[in-house]
Nanobody, 125 residues
Framework: DVQLQASGGGLVQAGGSLRLSCATSGFTFDDYAIGWFRQAPGKDREGLSCIDNSFGNKYYINSVKGRFTISSDNAKKTVYLQINGLIPEDTAVYFC??????????????????WGQGTLVTVSS
């Protein structure tokens, strides 16, 4: 079975940091890219960052560059999202998802093949 398990969310004060993890299994990790998305209440799901596990290419949306860092441990088949300087607007459920590496620069949720269950990040002001 394909599994993506997102974890690491929690309640944090503004200015703090979190590292989210996405542990994967059941598919060939190196053939896929892993993207991070978030969905705040009443808002659409938003793509944030993606890493291509084949070549290590990393992508970020402009609004998170400098605060978010994506990385992967191919041996552990786990992708991380380090978030620094958290702001209340970062409050959302964060999801990881897998897509074939050739689509790694896309944040269109519909093309992602596999999704994790999400981890809640709450930032207090």
């Amino acid at each position: 079975d394909v599994q993506l398990q997102a974890s690491g969310g929690g309640l944090v004060q503004a200015g703090g940091s979190l590292r989210l993890s996405c542990a994967t299994s059941g598919f060939t990790f190196d053939d896929y890219a892993i993207g991070w998305f978030r969905q705040a209440p009443g808002k659409d799901r938003e793509g944030l960052s993606c890493i291509d596990n084949s070549f290590g290419n990393k992508y970020y949306i402009n609004s998170v560059k400098g605060r978010f860092t994506i990385s992967s441990d191919n041996a552990k088949k786990t992708v991380y999202l380090q978030i620094n300087g958290l702001i209340p607007e970062d409050t959302a459920v964060y999801f990881c998802a897998a897509v074939a590496s050739e689509y790694s620069s896309s944040y269109t949720p519909e093309i992602y093949d596999y999704w994790g269950q999400g981890t809640l990040v709450t930032v207090s002001s």
